[in-house]
């Protein structure tokens, strides 16, 4: 079974700082891995799906990285904003159609 | 497109009470998926379907609860009786089949679930 860790549990932050979030899986036997954000009261939304053949994915100030083998992926945040404030879920996809969800990072950026 | 829907929003029941939940999925996704949000568990998945079909039923609880989808735009949640331990938040969740390697699933906004 799936086990999905996340560290660290919360972080608050300064506005402007470069951020880590990082993430570790069991079973390494994954087809891709996703990175949710979850706002307070709302659903997930998806911010990045890196396949298993990639080693990372960028969106704008967003990075993440996958590290396969070691069942690794970090996400990388450039210049926090406020607005960046939520919590980050780390999903690693094992072809099943059930997801294992991460207890996730949640992130406070002060202004 | 609207997204996926979930209502109601927020949902306050006694204890024994029937509780009942909806989702409409985005149009022309296939696969819908129900899921249960705690403190103490996280996310977790209870059912989905595939085609209006379900599949995967392995992640709800109890008989108390059961899902239907009698069509591919439509689909319920119910809990019957409600017990306090019911209290999460349930997200409603689409995919279409672009194959598992890829597809993405979109998020509901959720039904906060309180039983006193």
């Known amino acids: 079974k799936q086990e999905v860790t996340q560290i660290p549990a919360a972080l608050s932050v300064p506005e402007g700082e470069n951020l880590v979030l990082n993430c570790s899986f069991t079973?390494?036997?994954?087809?891709?891995l996703q990175w949710f954000r979850q706002d307070p009261g709302k659903g997930l939304t998806s911010l990045l799906l890196?396949?298993?053949?990639?080693r990372e994915q960028t969106s704008g100030r967003l990075n993440a990285s996958l590290d396969k083998s070691s069942g690794r992926s970090t996400l990388y945040i450039a210049a926090s904003q406020p607005g960046d404030s939520a919590t980050y879920l780390c999903?690693?996809?094992?072809?099943?159609?059930?997801?294992?969800f991460g207890s996730g990072t949640r992130l406070q950026v002060q202004p | 497109d609207a997204g996926v829907i979930q209502s109601p929003r927020h949902e306050v029941t006694e204890m024994g009470q029937e509780v009942t939940l909806r989702c409409k999925p985005i149009?022309?996704?296939?696969?819908l998926f129900w899921y249960r949000q705690t403190m103490m568990r996280g996310l977790e998945l209870l059912i989905y379907?595939?085609?209006?079909?379900?599949?995967?039923d392995s992640g709800m609880p109890e008989d108390r609860f059961s899902a239907k989808m009698p069509n591919a735009s439509f689909s319920t949640l119910k809990i019957q009786p409600s017990e306090p331990r019911d209290s999460a938040v349930y997200f409603c969740?689409?995919?279409?089949?672009?194959?598992?390697?890829?597809?993405?699933?979109?998020f509901g906004p959720g039904t906060r679930l309180t039983v006193l």
């Open positions: 969740a689409s995919s279409h089949s672009g194959g598992v390697t890829t597809d993405t699933q979109y």
């Open positions: 079973d390494s036997a994954i087809y891709n």
């Open positions: 890196i396949q298993s053949s990639q």
């Open positions: 999903v690693p996809n094992t072809g099943r159609r059930a997801l294992t």
């Open positions: 149009s022309g996704h296939d696969y």
């Open positions: 379907f595939n085609n209006n079909v379900p599949i995967d």
